[in-house]
């Protein structure tokens, strides 16, 4: 079960940090990701870490302003997103899976409910 927070309202260029905790002990054993909707949008891909942390990747729309981070002793991942801009308001949602290392949605076995980010002008 994955259980993601940290959302809200923030203004453009400021920050928020994401967290989506994890239960079980098998945690290290997935990849996970972050994935945001914007209404009236498809579901994107936002950012990935690997079950060691070692292996990143972002999607274009973020790179250099957002930054996936995990604590395996925490069963927590995290996104630092900074220098955010209204066309980041969305709901976050985190998703894990044991293999995948990509950036399909449909590939993600687990998904958590979600957390709103709202970024105003």
């Known amino acids: 079960q994955l259980q993601a927070s940290g959302g809200g309202l923030v203004q453009a260029g400021g920050s928020l940090r994401l967290s989506c905790a994890a239960s079980?002990?098998?945690?290290?054993?997935?990849?996970m990701g972050w994935f945001r909707q914007a209404p009236g949008k498809e579901r994107e891909f936002v950012a990935l870490i690997s079950r060691s942390g070692g292996i990143t990747n972002y999607a274009d729309s973020v790179k250099g302003r957002f930054t996936i981070s995990r604590d395996n002793a925490k069963n927590t991942v995290y996104l630092q997103m900074n220098s955010l801009k209204p066309e980041d308001t969305a709901v976050y949602y985190c998703?894990?899976?044991?293999?995948?290392?990509?950036?399909?949605?449909?590939?993600?076995?687990?998904w958590g409910q979600g957390t709103l980010v709202t970024v105003s002008s």
């Open positions: 998703a894990a899976d044991r293999y995948y290392t990509g950036r399909l949605k449909g590939e993600f076995d687990y």
């Open positions: 079980g002990r098998t945690f290290s054993s997935y990849n």
